[in-house]
């Protein structure tokens, strides 16, 4: 089996009547380097790993990318014929949840650039899940998965991130990452943050570690018993 990457800004309650939105460029993609860079296996066995290199696989910003599994209106799609962008909306608590319809992969970098929705309460994700199925019956049953999640209030300060990983529907350890932290590692000012500055997020998963990593510079690695 292997994980399916997820785009999908999710529903807090924003103020009443709000819009809130988050602004992802044409480099919303998964990305696996060529061997000469680095190795990032593709295959769908642990023992045949060392033999195959993947490519840079970009995911198009078009609709037809995307199966979005509620609230299509709240998605729009854009190209200048310079850089296409997708911007995601919620309103109120009417939020949107996509994934790319590509199919299912296993080890690499995957990686979206983006601006993040600030407001108090959205939170918006990009991740890779072991199921794609949300149905009530099995929303609590195991799952693997990993996060980069933008949370705006109680516990995060306002444009903070927070990264996590899930093995067999158990936690890994949630890392919160406050703006002075990715500020610091990435050179930006105190008034640059995830809402207002388009960063690229990315984690390379590998068969025994995770690497997080913000405009290719490393912020968190966790190993597989971790």
């Known amino acids: 089996s292997g994980l399916q990457h997820l ?7 924003a103020p009443a009547g709000s819009v809130t939105r988050t602004a ?16 990032l296996y593709c295959t769908p ?21 995307f199966d979005i599994h509620y609230n299509e209106h709240h998605a729009t799609f854009t190209d200048n014929g310079i850089t296409p962008e997708m911007v995601l909306q ?7 949840r996509l994934a790319a319809n590509d199919g299912m992969y296993l080890y690499g970098q ?8 600030g407001a108090s ?13 949300y149905t009530l019956g099995n929303k609590d049953s195991p799952f693997h998965e990993i996060d980069i999640e933008f949370l ?8 903070s991130i927070w990264l996590n990983s899930y093995k067999n529907g158990m936690s890994g350890g949630e890392s919160l990452i406050k703006p002075a932290v990715y500020q610091q590692l990435l050179g930006l000012s105190p008034s640059q943050n995830t809402e207002n500055t388009y960063i690229t997020y ?10 997080w990593s913000l405009n290719g510079r490393a912020l968190q690695k966790r190993l597989y018993d971790q």
């Open 202 to 211: 990315g984690f390379n998963w590998q068969p025994d570690y995770v690497m």
């Open 24 to 39: 992802l460029l044409a480099r919303l993609s998964y990305k696996r380097q060529p061997p000469k860079r680095c190795q």
């Open 110 to 117: 995957y990686q979206v650039t983006a601006k993040v929705a």
């Open 45 to 65: 066995t642990f023992a045949d790993a060392s033999k195959q290199m993947c490519r840079l696989a970009p995911v198009p910003l078009t609709r037809s990318s």
């Open 121 to 133: 309460g959205v939170v918006t994700a990009f991740y890779v899940r072991s199921t794609d199925s």
């Open 7 to 13: 785009a999908a800004p999710r529903g807090r309650q």
């Open 152 to 159: 705006n209030g109680n516990p995060a300060p306002p444009n």
């Open 90 to 96: 919620q309103q109120g608590s009417d939020g949107i």
